[in-house]
């Protein structure tokens, strides 16, 4: 009897199901989130060489690296925001790791975000999505395809005007159903954060960090290559490095999609 498994293997070897790669290079020149200056920030890459078949290691390269925990393309955990600070098994070691795995619901807004970088994903229009797509099931990761990771320079990414950042996100109301009524694994981004560039003046602050954390759900930031994926059908393996109490990690997140 052919598993499930073996099957996949049958199809992946095939080219049946591709591997999509959703994560962005890591390196120097990734962009790193800005907040208002009374805040501490967090550093960008440096990778700084420990040797490379030289005196130093004769036959070996290897470098050494620095960042922040949310760095380029990387995983919140609850744990990362106040709200989600007292829950169990929510720091990247604690998380159990079946809550790495999940169908990917893919909502496109492109046409949206090209009009306004400052578009909000509303409740109304993920029920539009379901009409057309089916129901947000539990345990899914639902992708927010803003076509953002096609600014490809640090300054169209973070899109900084003299009132702070510009960039999509969702609206308070979108974030609570989400995490409350779909029970979603959590919400991945192609924005530099899961939250609108704006969102440190909404109400509460930063509601989709805020609100998704405190449900224990999980985000994902700086992703690309959405457009790639199907609506509905394709899974999503986000898994953030073990790091001891972390509140996040760069990682690289792919997807299993049909070819
Ligand atoms: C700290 C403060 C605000 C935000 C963030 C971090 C992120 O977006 C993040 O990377 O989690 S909005
Ligand atoms: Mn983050």
Same mark, same amino acid.
Request: charged share 20%; hydrophobic share 40%.
């Given at each position: 009897?052919? !598993?499930?498994? !073996?099957?996949?293997v049958e199809e992946?070897?095939? *080219?049946?199901?591709?591997?999509?790669?959703?994560?962005?290079?890591?390196?120097?020149?990734?962009?790193?989130?800005?907040?208002?200056?009374?805040?501490?920030?967090?550093?960008?890459?440096?990778? %700084?060489?420990?040797?490379?078949?030289?005196?130093?290691?004769?036959?070996?390269?290897w470098?050494?690296? !620095?960042?922040?925990? $949310?760095?380029?393309?990387?995983?919140?955990?609850?744990? $990362?925001w106040?709200? *989600?600070?007292?829950?169990?098994?929510?720091?990247?070691?604690?998380?159990?790791?079946?809550?790495?795995?999940?169908?990917?619901?893919?909502?496109d807004?492109t046409?949206?975000?090209? #009009?306004d970088?400052d578009?909000?994903?509303?409740?109304? @229009?993920?029920?539009?999505? %379901?009409?057309? $797509?089916?129901?947000?099931?539990?345990?899914?990761?639902?992708?927010? $395809?803003?076509?953002?990771s @096609? @600014?490809?320079?640090?300054e169209?990414?973070?899109n900084?005007?003299e009132?702070?950042? /510009?960039?999509?996100?969702?609206? @308070?109301?979108?974030? %609570?159903?989400?995490? /409350?009524?779909?029970?979603?694994?959590g919400?991945?981004?192609?924005?530099? *954060?899961?939250?609108?560039?704006?969102?440190?003046?909404?109400?509460?602050?930063?509601?989709? /960090?805020?609100?998704?954390h405190?449900?224990?759900?999980? *985000?994902?930031a700086?992703?690309?290559?959405?457009?790639?994926?199907? #609506?509905?059908? !394709?899974?999503?393996?986000?898994?953030?490095?073990?790091?001891?109490?972390?509140?996040?990690?760069?990682?690289?997140v792919?997807a299993?999609?049909?070819?």
């Amino acid at each position: 009897m052919s !598993s499930v498994l !073996s099957q996949l293997v049958e199809e992946l070897t095939a *080219g049946r199901v591709k591997v999509v790669d959703l994560t962005q290079p890591l390196g120097p020149d990734t962009p790193v989130i800005g907040l208002p200056d009374i805040f501490a920030s967090s550093p960008g890459v440096t990778i %700084e060489q420990i040797s490379r078949y030289d005196d130093a290691g004769p036959a070996w390269y290897w470098n050494t690296l !620095s960042f922040g925990e $949310h760095t380029g393309t990387h995983f919140d955990a609850p744990v $990362h925001w106040i709200t *989600g600070k007292d829950l169990p098994n929510s720091s990247c070691n604690t998380l159990p790791p079946g809550r790495f795995v999940g169908p990917a619901c893919v909502i496109d807004v492109t046409a949206d975000v090209d #009009a306004d970088p400052d578009f909000l994903l509303t409740s109304e @229009r993920i029920e539009g999505w %379901e009409a057309e $797509h089916g129901r947000i099931p539990s345990g899914a990761w639902v992708l927010l $395809h803003t076509g953002w990771s @096609r @600014r490809t320079t640090a300054e169209d990414f973070l899109n900084v005007a003299e009132d702070g950042p /510009h960039s999509p996100g969702f609206d @308070r109301a979108a974030s %609570e159903m989400l995490a /409350h009524d779909r029970d979603v694994t959590g919400v991945g981004v192609e924005t530099v *954060g899961t939250d609108a560039g704006q969102a440190g003046g909404f109400d509460p602050p930063f509601p989709n /960090h805020t609100i998704m954390h405190g449900a224990g759900k999980l *985000g994902l930031a700086s992703l690309c290559n959405l457009d790639r994926l199907p #609506a509905t059908g !394709s899974i999503v393996i986000a898994a953030p490095l073990k790091i001891v109490d972390g509140s996040g990690s760069p990682l690289r997140v792919i997807a299993l999609a049909p070819a």
